[in-house]
């Protein structure tokens, strides 16, 4: 069975592992890294990433009023 790659398709936008340097600026902006949205380690961008619970994804999407947006997730168990 051939696995298909979802971060090739137009529509997924860019998934990045933030670096620790960056989590401590999240944490500053805001308050903790439990204030942001969750993404299961289960998710196909995670397992491509190898991300690992605890880790925070930068979620890049392109949009045509606004431009470009940014939005961070953190990566935890199912059952968290």
Known sequence: MKKIDV??????????IV???EKKEIVE??????NLPRIYSTD????????????????TRKSET?????????VIEKGE
């Not at 196909?44 to 979620?59: C, E, H, S, T």
């Open 19 to 21: 670096t620790e340097e």
């Open 7 to 16: 971060s090739k398709h137009e529509l997924v936008p860019k998934h990045e």
């Open 66 to 74: 606004a431009g470009e947006t940014i939005y961070y997730r953190i």
């Open 44 to 59: 196909p961008q995670v397992k491509i990433l190898n991300a690992k619970p605890g880790d925070v994804i930068k979620i």
């Open 29 to 34: 902006k805001y308050g903790s890294l439990k």
